[in-house]
């Protein structure tokens, strides 16, 4: 049984790996990612040179681009970005045509601490789970208590009983991880 566990979290730390590596746009063009602080833009305006910029979204959630003044931008699509550029620059210039690219995911990172093989951030390009997480984490220690893990978020307290997920029991606790979220392993 266990390994069988061993090598179900192998191939679900290779599917999360894959899902890490996969380029920025990819995940940001399908319309579905939502910008995050800490990401990285580049924006730019076709036939104004002088008006390409790349940009991080700052801890606000807010980015500042030539004539368009400060725009909110965390937890919203590019393309809404895109047009709210658009629409600001309309008052300088007619037509402008503003492409906005994601260049760097940053700011969508949930965090694994405690008694796993390699804890840290994991950026989660675009979604990832607890299971997947730990096992990006490398699994638990020797020492681990993986039945007593928790996820934090936002100040709310979610158990995650790694050996009834493991089982295939439970798996609501399996929840996708959203951006700030902590995994703690005790």
């Known amino acids: 049984m266990r390994n069988m566990i061993a090598g179900l979290l192998l191939l679900l730390g290779g599917v999360a790996v894959q899902a890490q590596t996969l380029p920025a746009t990819s995940a940001a063009t399908t319309g579905d990612y939502r910008l995050q602080a800490g990401d990285r833009l580049h924006v730019s305006v076709w036939k104004e040179l002088e008006m390409q910029k790349e940009i991080i979204i700052a801890p606000d959630g807010r980015i500042s681009f030539p004539l368009a003044g400060e725009i909110n931008a965390a937890g919203r ?18 037509d402008p045509v503003v492409t906005v690219t994601v260049l760097q995911i940053g700011g969508n990172v949930a965090y694994v601490i405690g008694q796993v093989q390699k804890p840290g951030a994991i950026i989660m390009n675009p979604q990832i789970t607890v299971l997947q ?10 020492f681990a208590k993986l039945d007593n ?19 295939g029991k439970n798996l609501q606790q399996n929840v996708t991880l959203e951006s700030g979220d902590v995994i703690v392993v005790p």
């Open 77 to 94: 699509s590019i393309s809404d970005v895109r047009k709210d550029i658009e629409t600001r620059l309309k008052k300088y210039m007619p």
């Open 133 to 142: 997480a730990l096992a990006v984490a490398g699994g638990g220690t020797p």
């Open 149 to 167: 893990t928790i996820v934090i978020r936002a100040g709310k307290v979610m158990p995650f009983r790694y050996g009834q997920v493991s089982e």
